[in-house]
């Protein structure tokens, strides 16, 4: 069975300090990889998908940043966290184009 | 483009009750649906899918969702609440014959409490 892991499962960073979040799935090839932001009372927000290798799209601007170093490995990464990155990441795989699964998410708060 | 409005931020309901939770989609092509539900602190986990075959589509933990086309809704319901069905719940949409990547549009989720 496929599993998706997300870490560190929490992360307190200053406001400046790059960050780096890390997600693996397993049993599964090639699958699409998305990363979500949850800020409080805001919804989800699509932040980058990827349907390969180093094949990734950025849904909205920001000071973040995405990588697919290996086919089951997403990265999201900062340069300089800003206050407003605080929430909570998922990260989410899907093996067809419809339904998505979540990891167990990153809490990241900045102060 | 497509849409998901969830009517009711909150809802409240008593154990043993009837849980209703309403989805109301908008797209220019028929969709997938389907309701994710979200402990605190946790990820999303798939409740229930609608991909064109039954309308009526029986899911995880006792919820149902009936899609209905001429209504453009998608509501989920479960017969009698359990006080472990107290969680956020978010209803999704996908374009059928979107593009590989398939992107989600998520509602804004429904809060779910459950009274003793």
């Known amino acids: 069975s496929q599993t998706i892991h997300q870490w560190p499962a929490t992360l307190v960073q200053p406001v400046g300090s790059p960050l780096s979040l890390e997600c693996t799935v397993e049993?599964?090839?090639?699958?699409?990889l998305y990363w979500y932001r949850q800020a409080a009372g805001r919804g989800l927000q699509l932040l980058f998908y990827s349907i390969g290798i180093d094949q990734i799209s950025s849904e909205v601007p920001q000071n973040l940043s995405a990588s697919r170093p290996q086919d089951r490995q997403f990265i999201l990464s900062s340069k300089k966290l800003l206050l407003s990155d605080s929430g909570f990441y998922l990260c989410a795989w899907s093996a067809s184009p419809y339904e998505q699964y979540f990891g167990p998410g990153t809490r990241l708060t900045v102060t | 483009a497509q849409s998901v409005t969830q009517l009711g931020s909150h809802v409240s309901v008593s154990e043993g009750a009837l849980v209703l939770l309403r989805c109301n989609y908008s797209s220019s092509v028929p969709p997938y649906l389907f309701w994710y539900v979200q402990y605190p602190n946790q990820g999303l986990q798939l409740l229930l899918k609608y991909t064109s075959a039954a309308t009526l589509v029986k899911g995880i933990n006792g919820f149902e969702a009936e899609f209905k086309k001429s209504e453009t809704s998608f509501h989920l319901t479960k017969p009698s609440a359990h006080m472990s069905d107290a969680a956020e719940y978010f209803c999704?949409?996908?374009?059928?014959?979107?593009?590989?990547?398939?992107?989600?549009?998520f509602g804004q989720g429904t809060i779910l409490t459950v009274h003793p």
């Open positions: 999704a949409v996908s374009r059928k014959g979107g593009t590989s990547y398939g992107k989600l549009t």
């Open positions: 049993g599964t090839s090639n699958p699409n």
